[in-house]
């Protein structure tokens, strides 16, 4: 069962590099991590994708140290309007799809992904 | 980019009464779509799995008779809030996969809709 733990909240001032780190300790083998950003009042929104190493893209880079039991998100010199909830999820994506669900019981199933309680990052001007 | 099309953002209506909520995946077909709720300041509770062309899947303590979830094409999934009562007021979500998309393919959320029955 493949929990994911996250830091509740995060404050950084404008123009840092945050870095939120999210552990799953039982990850499997075949599942990706991805981060996904939420707005107030608004469906989440895909950032990035990774199963191993480091992927970078335009908006962020995730990092992801070779036993895979945690991963890292990259926010270069981060803005007001990166003040958001991050999601962490974890789960298998080539054909069928296994699920991990948060605080309940493992039951399987196809393409089913289950929130954690993701970090709040604050931007402070 | 992927884009799914949720309606209506924001719908107020009197207990009793139903309410319809239309999730759209506007460029892909999306064989499974999920649908959750959001209550303030909390994480997203999934609710159903929708599948294309057969019945939903309900997540244990999701009442499948109030929350009605029809999926009749790859590019509609519909939830009903049946009997709506003001302790169903709260944001709901759904999502959707590129039923042609590889491994690492993400979900594609709605913008959701706002719930408040009054």
């Known amino acids: 069962l493949a929990k994911t733990t996250q830091p509740i909240s995060m404050d950084s001032y404008e123009g840092q590099e945050v870095n939120i780190t999210c552990s799953h300790n039982?990850?499997?083998?075949?599942?990706?991590i991805t981060w996904y950003q939420q707005f107030p009042s608004q469906g989440p929104r895909f950032i990035i994708q990774?199963?191993?190493t480091k992927v970078t893209n335009e908006v962020a880079s995730l990092f992801i140290p070779a036993d895979r039991k945690s991963s890292t998100l990259s926010l270069p010199r981060v803005s007001l309007s990166d003040t958001a909830v991050y999601y962490c999820?974890?789960?298998?994506?080539?054909?069928?799809?296994?699920?991990?669900?948060?605080?309940?019981?493992?039951?399987?199933?196809?393409?089913?992904?289950?929130f954690g309680i993701g970090t709040k990052l604050q931007v402070i001007p | 980019g992927a884009v799914v099309s949720q309606h209506p953002s924001r719908v107020i209506c009197k207990s009793g009464t139903s309410v319809k909520i239309e999730c759209r995946s506007l460029?892909?077909?999306?064989?499974?779509m999920f649908w959750y709720r959001q209550f303030p300041k909390q994480s997203l509770m999934l609710m159903a799995t929708?599948?294309?062309?057969?019945?939903?899947?309900?997540e244990q303590g999701v009442e499948k008779d109030k929350f009605l979830i029809n999926h009749a094409s790859l590019t509609l999934s519909t939830l009903t809030v049946t009997s709506a009562h003001p302790e169903d007021s709260s944001f709901y979500i759904c999502?959707?996969?590129?039923?042609?998309?590889?491994?690492?393919?993400?979900?594609?959320f709605g913008n959701g809709t706002r719930l408040t029955v009054t």
């Open positions: 999502s959707a996969r590129d039923k042609t998309g590889g491994a690492g393919s993400p979900l594609h």
């Open positions: 039982n990850i499997a083998t075949n599942d990706y």
């Open positions: 990774g199963y191993k």
């Open positions: 999820l974890v789960g298998d994506t080539p054909g069928r799809l296994q699920a991990q669900l948060w605080s309940r019981n493992w039951s399987g199933g196809y393409q089913k992904v289950t």
């Open positions: 460029d892909f077909q999306a064989t499974t």
């Open positions: 929708s599948n294309e062309g057969s019945k939903a899947t309900y």
